[in-house]
């Protein structure tokens, strides 16, 4: 039997309407988990509620899922909350594809004006109650990877959108989806799964986006992926305009982001319009500082290609370019609408950007997860599992702390002396590789300060180098290092404050370090 088709959402997003469409274009059966439960007490919703309360209602939401969660080619719409429980989408996801219907809480209000079988508004503010109710389970609806938003769609193009999202994605994989809230800034929708890259088109479209797209890639990503990204997004309607700058730190300068702005103007991209940035760290950099300054801001997603820019540079909201003083010294929290990233795009990335990519996973682990550590300390082969907890560990510090005020300062470690080492060769080291021996360097500082037992450094160097990655510098000027560092943007009362290993999986923050500790630690890791 082919698998079912489960629509869920908050009340009034057009799940039972889309859905009985649905079935009825396919010759599908089609189910509402809130009639089962009627026929299966024998009475109303509301009057389950009202007789029996709501624990006995969501006991039968639990017999439902149970009893539809084979594949059995069925569209199933569920009720409001009946997946909000992990058992309930888990048994449900078992025999089927789950797509979460979603709309503006205006939309809804106007939706569910004349409803009067809806026990969980009854009061007399419905409009509050219903907000209030969105607010609490707003966390749990965002988490589902497949979306659809049906605020500006009537029936027949819900379920147009519906079916073509299903059509792109029924064949892959559940990807891992995250949610990163930015305060008034919205937030960033993560997927990071394989086989995404096709479907891009088709997952942008559902979410209520269209017009037309700034397609911004380097030389090297463009020839590999630029058209096979614009086919995705010509397929549903959308107008890419591929946007091709050289490859390479070099370009991310003030110098580009005024070229993209002609560039814009000349694509005739709109304040409604999209950026969509395909590349590397670089390139999310800087198409999403243009988006950022461009109209005053404009909508933009992040497609990262490669492992370090997947993990690392594409999630948080900071964007910027760098000046000839330092790295990123121009910039701005400007999120993403969404990250998509897709493991097979990995396939093409030259092994030395692959290394590079795994200092920022071994961060992650020292940072917030310890069996990543070790996961790369003994040799695991899944790629996969590992950049999901990398992921995790970013998602979960900007979360806690999203502009930078406190504990998101544990992401700079081993930055502060990595950048400065990338800064001084000129580029020449790559990111990760200056960061490896960044790590090493802060671990020897912590160890010197006493904060960290004798031993971490050698810890973390020996999982840098089971990587193929340096742990040394050669030919770089000590002095030219120091005086880059001094340029951090960082930098607070006129010094650099440093996050520190205490352990693998504890980092200390706002660390005063004297220069001549940091000169000892940069000698340690000179060759």
Not at 35 to 54: H, L, N, Q, T
Not at 100 to 115: Q, V
Not at 478 to 484: G, P
């Amino acid at each position: 039997m082919e698998q079912n088709l489960v629509l869920t959402g908050f009340m009034g997003t057009g799940k039972t309407s889309v859905g009985k469409a649905i079935a009825e274009r396919l010759g599908r059966t089609f189910i509402d988990t809130d009639v089962w439960i009627e026929k299966r007490a024998g009475k109303p919703v509301s009057a389950i509620f009202a007789e029996d309360g709501e624990d006995r209602f969501r006991a039968y939401e639990v017999e439902a899922c149970e009893a539809l969660s084979a594949p059995c080619n069925q569209v199933i719409a569920t009720g409001g909350w009946t997946l909000g429980p992990e058992k309930n989408r888990a048994a449900l996801q078992r025999g089927g594809c789950v797509i979460c219907l979603r709309a503006e809480p205006d939309t809804i209000l106007a939706r569910l004006s004349g409803a009067t079988d809806r026990p969980l508004l009854a009061s007399d503010d419905r409009a509050a109650k219903m907000r209030t109710l969105l607010n609490q389970r707003d966390p749990v609806y965002r988490s589902f990877a497949w979306q659809v938003d049906t605020t500006r769609m009537n029936v027949a193009e819900a379920m147009m959108q519906v079916m073509a999202l299903w059509g792109a994605i029924r064949h892959l994989d559940q990807p891992a989806s995250m949610w990163l809230p930015m305060r008034e800034r919205g937030g960033t929708s993560i997927l990071f799964g394989a086989g995404l890259v096709d479907a891009i088109g088709p997952i942008l479209r559902a979410r209520g986006l269209s017009g037309r797209v700034a397609l911004v890639s380097d030389s090297n990503v463009a020839s590999l992926h630029g058209d096979r990204v614009a086919r995705s997004l010509e397929l549903v309607g959308f107008e890419p305009a591929l946007l091709c700058i050289p490859a390479g730190e070099e370009s991310k300068t003030l110098e580009s982001v005024a070229g993209l702005f002609e560039s814009f103007v000349g694509a005739g991209l709109e304040r409604g319009d999209l950026v969509v940035a395909l590349g590397g760290g670089v390139i999310g950099d800087l198409a999403g500082f243009a988006a950022a300054t461009y109209l005053r801001g404009v909508r933009w997603v992040c497609v990262p290609t490669s492992l370090l820019a997947m993990v690392d540079a594409s999630i948080g909201g900071k964007v910027g370019v760098d000046l000839p003083a330092g790295k990123n010294l121009a910039g701005a929290f400007h999120p993403s609408l969404m990250t998509i990233g897709d493991p097979d795009l990995l396939h093409t990335l030259p092994g030395v950007e692959f290394r590079s990519g795994l200092a920022e996973v071994i961060k992650a682990g020292v940072i917030a997860d310890p069996e990543l550590f070790e996961m790369i300390e003994h040799g695991s082969g899944d790629l996969s599992e590992m950049i999901r907890r990398a992921l995790r560990v970013k998602v979960e510090v900007v979360i806690e702390d999203p502009f930078e005020a406190g504990r998101r300062a544990a992401l700079n470690l081993g930055h502060t002396i990595g950048h400065g080492i990338e800064a001084a060769s000129k580029f020449a080291l790559r990111h990760g590789e200056a960061i490896g021996i960044g790590l090493i360097a802060e671990a020897k500082i912590a160890e010197r300060l006493g904060l960290a037992q004798p031993g971490l450094s050698d810890r973390i160097e020996a999982v840098i180098a089971k990587v193929d990655l340096p742990t040394r510098y050669h030919d770089l000027d000590l002095e030219t290092i120091m005086t880059l560092l001094q340029s951090d943007k960082k930098k607070k009362g006129g010094r650099i404050k440093f996050a520190l290993p205490r352990s693998v999986g504890d980092v200390l923050i706002g660390v005063d370090v004297k220069d001549e500790l940091v000169v000892e630690a940069l000698n340690a890791v000179r060759e």
